[in-house]
Each structure stands twice: as structure tokens, then as C-alpha cells.
């Protein structure tokens, strides 16, 4: 079974072709990234008119890369939720109008639902090797959820971000240390071979699994400008050890917290296994840290899988085309969509 997802909730216009909700055919993703950088985040507006410039060539080197045409397909998956309006309605829409004009099934498909998904590619099913339930981390640019998966396309969320989510923490940080856009690259990138001299509080908010990322982005503005590299400043001595040191800081602060309470909730339910997806989870230094304290197996797709792409949309949707779940053509966007 072929099934072609289709991503577009921010910035990335993203078309796949996935087999068996596995294997991968192929993944083609057009990045708006470096057109978004000279803002230092994501304007909607261009977005949008992105997505819809690269939607039919995206999806035409899908098809192309896989070696088939619209008559193998046997679903069309699109993200109908949650994210950007005007970029997901790009994205629905014509995918409606494809699923129309080749009278294929369309699957609407919830985007955090796709991260968890991403597991699933490569030819990877845990589930027969493990079993349910697991516990999935999907941590990204607007969401820190906790989601106990207790069968497929059966989840309950338990624990989420009640301010800033992760990845926006990030960016945020990067701003205030005078580093590029999307943030979290940047500030792995700069803590390699920090020293450890600087320590940030961690907002662990105890008897909870929800998460609270503003606090500990204040506390290092506040410490940036004691330190006179905010706002930016040359003149500063050894200014870029010290943001070295503040981003390690600001890094090891929020991979802490996740990491434990991720391993928390492991024990508190007694799963088989870790899922990780969402941008966030591409970040080098949290994988190795909740790979070091879970006793239990841990999933994580590449980084290239971990960041928004049409394969985790389209391996989503043969689970939900396997049983008989699919949309009309009248579904909606719903950028504030739940799991």
C-alpha cells in the first residue's frame, strides 16, 4: 500500500511516498529556512505563499523519486492540524484537489500524531517487538507533550508544556545570545566544548508532568546582561566564551528536565518504550541524555525524521487506511487541533 503525505503547518513544504507505513519511497522537503533567518522566526505570510509555490513540484519529485504515478497510489495524508492557518490550508486544500481529480482517500492526519509516527519509518515496528503502551515525547518549536500511546491511534496526553514550548525556549535563547534562526541548531552548536562554568535553575514544578520552559528563559536574559552580551555588544572580553557557556547552561537546563520527567512517566506507567519525535528531539545532547537514563528501549528517528516531513504524515496515515479511517472532502484546517 502507497500512501503520499503531505506536510505543510509551517515552514517546510514536504511530500512522501511511504510503503507499508514503513518503508520509505521517498521524502522530498522544500526549507523556507534560510528565507525565514533574516527575521529571526517564521512570518506566516510567506509561508504560506511558499507552500503554495512548491506544493506541485514537491509532490511531482515525491512521486518521481519512488518510481510510480498517482494510479499506485492508495491514500492521499495531509496535516489538517495543528500549526500556521494560512500554511495549512495551502496544504489541505490541494491535496483535496489532488484526492479529487484522482479519486484517491484522503486522510487527514494531526501533526503531532505524524511525529509519533516517524517511529515507525525505516522499516522499524516497534510495536510487534515491544508491545504497548509507550510513552512518546513530541517536543518541538510549539509543542512539549508527554503522550502516553496506549495502541495504535490510541493516546492519552499527559503531560505538556503550560508556557513557551521547548523549541520556541530555544529560539528565544538564540536571540538573546546573538545566534542565528532556528535557535536549537545553533545553541548545540555552540555549546560543543563549553566548559560547565555557568548553571541555570531548572523549573522542575513538582508533582506534575507538565513542563514550564519562561522562567529559565528570563533567568538567562537576566544573566546575559549582567554579563554585558545583552543587548549585543563587541566590546564585551571573551564574549564568545561566554555565550558558549550560557547556551551549555540553557541547553543542559531544559534536557534536564525533560529527560527526567520523560523517564518519570516511563516508570509511573509502566511502558515498553520511549518515542521521541519533533524537532526538538533532534537535539544531539537531550538524545544521548535520555538514551543514558531510560533502562528501557529508546526510538529515535534520524534528525532528518525528527523535523517536519511528509514520510511521518504518510506512514500515519496507512495505520489510519488500515482501518478504514479516512476524511470527506470537506475537512477543514484546525490550527489548534489536539491529540
Known sequence: MNIL????????TAAAVIQNGTTIRSNVVASQKEMHKKYGGIIPEIS????FLNFLPVVNEALDIAGITY???DGIAVTNGPGLAGALLV??????GLAMSWDKPLIGINHLEGHIYSAWLENNDFSKTHGFPMVCLIASGGHTDLVLMKDHLVYETIGRTVDDAAGEAFDKAARVLGLGFPGGPEIQRV???AAGDEHLPRAWMRDTLDFSFSGIKT???HMAQDRGIYPSSEDVVDRQRIVRELAAAFQE????VVSAKLIEMAAKYKVK?????????ANARLREEIVARSPLPVIIPPPILCTDNGAMIASCGFFHLQRGQYSSLDLDVNPALSL
Do not use: Q, Y
Not at 91 to 96: E, T
Not at 253 to 256: H, K, L, M, R, T
Open 71 to 73: 494510479h499506485d497510489l
Open 273 to 281: 518504550g520511549l518515542i521521541l519525535g519533533g524537532g526538538v528531539t
Open 91 to 96: 496544504g489541505v486544500n490541494s491535496a483535496k
Open 191 to 193: 555549546s560543543e566544548g
Open 253 to 256: 537546563s531544559i534536557v534536564d
Open 5 to 12: 503525505g503531505i506536510e505543510t503547518s509551517c515552514d517546510d
Open 219 to 221: 533567568a538567562l536574559l
Open 48 to 51: 504560506s505563499r511558499e507552500h
